[in-house]
């Protein structure tokens, strides 16, 4: 029998959260050293923009408590409250506008330092999830643990389309361009999935379609 949406979305969240637990675990032990040792005096600049950023932070503590402060003083008098909040708007409004000159001159290197982080999770995970389809041979650890596994033509080939380039490869990549259109795509994908597991007479997947394979309950003897 096909397994149903939950199990095969609890399994992808199980493996999931197991690769990303060894990229971030390589990213912390020598990968992030590695993206800023490729910026040059990145330590300087970091430091600097990390003060600017905390000075901002002080400055907007400070004019919040004073709002707060002519917010009691102000008691039921709506017109004074207004005139606090308006007062609170215009200083935020020019701390905020003193923060973007500030961190001006270093938005350039900090944010090419971000887009390679998101670059080094996205290519650790294809690659990391691509290797981890395969020593497996697509018994992977939530797959185990749902009692589910791939029926069909199941080879390397199809293990590798069937779990890492019809599965996430395309959302990975979208991602990494623009995390908020990632995350719709990636929405649209699940509600796709769901409405074609659960609800068709193949309860199959549009990549189990293509290549033909199905993903049914089993049992692993243990």
Not at 5 to 33: E, H, N, P, Q
Not at 161 to 178: A, E
């Amino acid at each position: 029998m096909n397994a149903g949406f939950l199990k095969r979305a609890i399994s992808s969240l199980v493996d999931l959260i197991l690769v990303f637990a060894v990229i971030s675990a390589v990213f912390f032990l020598g990968g992030r050293t590695l993206l800023q040792n490729r910026i040059e005096n990145f330590d300087v600049i970091n430091t600097a923009y990390q003060e600017v950023r905390a000075a901002r932070d002080e400055d907007l503590a400070v004019i919040y408590a004073d709002y707060q402060a002519a917010l009691e003083l102000a008691g039921d008098d709506e017109t004074a409250k207004t005139e606090a909040y308006s007062d609170y708007a215009v200083a935020q409004a020019v701390i905020d506008a003193q923060f973007t000159a500030d961190i001006s001159p270093y938005n350039d290197v900090l944010t090419g330092y971000y887009m390679t982080i998101i670059y080094f999770y996205s290519i650790g995970f294809l690659i990391l999830m691509g290797v981890y389809a395969l020593a497996t041979g697509s018994k992977t650890l939530g797959r185990r643990l749902m009692q589910i596994q791939l029926s069909g033509p199941v080879n390397p080939l199809s293990i590798f389309f069937h779990d890492v380039i019809l599965k996430y490869f395309f959302v990975v990549i979208v991602f990494s361009v623009s995390p908020f259109a990632g995350a719709i795509l990636l929405l649209l994908s699940l509600i796709f999935d769901l409405i074609l597991i659960n609800f068709t007479k193949r309860r199959a997947a549009f990549r189990d379609l293509m290549l033909k394979i199905q993903v049914v309950k089993t049992g692993y003897g243990y």
